[in-house]
């Protein structure tokens, strides 16, 4: 594109810049396209998601412990024939699975905010290491309290206690999905709230007009110059020597 009025012609757009809406233009190194020296790169990414779900996971042992110590106990006991709830109208196996989950969704918050503090500029990679280290540390945290738990031999402890003695339960999840996606479910939803409240935000900085404002804010020379130029020429007659007499 470009201006003439008949004698001369003038590009719009300098030789050397291309024009205001090339597609292919590359981003000014202050405009918020371009990459941050901050932004860890895609194999620190995956290092870093790799560190959060070992870290993650192995925090699952903590939240066996906890769901053991804090879980209900089922009492039991025996006869000459069978093994019977104690207590047929007790809450205490419902109260197995609900201390589970309460736990795993502290943990899961707690895992998230850690997470976040650590690698506030983590991409994906870390996210999806943060749900895949939570679900592995539900499953670690499940075994583990099973594992440490009562015996699951109800019939050989109901021999051990004898015809009439109160003995424990195993401990064990009725709902087992649903206890072990507490605490993926958890981390992912925290996570996210402390992106969309606190996260890096972008700032554009030098993408309007960059590279061409040097060109076009200095002073525009011969006839571009508009009525300037057309003010100084009108007045060339009158100080040739006047008009006609």
Do not use: C
């Not at 998601?49 to 804090?70: D, F, K, N, R, T």
């Amino acid at each position: 594109m470009a201006w003439h009025d008949g004698t001369v012609t003038a590009p719009l757009t300098p030789p050397h810049q291309p024009g205001p809406h090339d597609p292919w233009e590359a981003p000014p190194s202050g405009s918020h396209l371009a990459s941050s020296p901050d932004d860890p790169d895609t194999a620190t990414e995956l290092r870093q998601a790799a560190v959060v779900a070992v870290l993650v996971a192995l925090s699952g042992i903590a939240l066996g412990l906890l769901w053991l110590w804090l879980a209900p106990r089922v009492p039991l006991v025996s006869d000459d024939t069978a093994v019977f709830l104690k207590n047929s109208e007790g809450e205490e196996a419902i109260g197995a699975d609900g201390t589970f989950v309460l736990l795993a969704i502290g943990f899961g918050a707690l895992s998230a905010a850690l997470v976040f503090w650590r690698l506030r500029r983590g991409g994906v990679f870390v996210v999806v290491g943060l749900a895949l280290g939570a679900l592995l540390a539900s499953l670690i945290a499940w075994r583990v309290g099973v594992w440490l738990g009562p015996s699951s031999d109800v019939v050989g402890r109901a021999r051990e206690a004898g015809q009439g003695v109160t003995f424990d339960a195993p401990l064990e999840l009725h709902t087992v999905w649903v206890a072990v996606l507490a605490w993926p479910f958890a981390a992912m939803g925290v996570h996210l709230l402390l992106t969309a409240a606190f996260g890096p935000r972008d700032v554009e900085t030098g993408w309007e007009g960059a590279g061409y404002s040097g060109y076009y804010d200095g002073p525009v020379q011969g006839p571009l110059a508009g009525p300037a130029s057309g003010s100084s020429s009108g007045s060339s007659p009158s100080a040739g020597g006047g008009g006609p007499a």
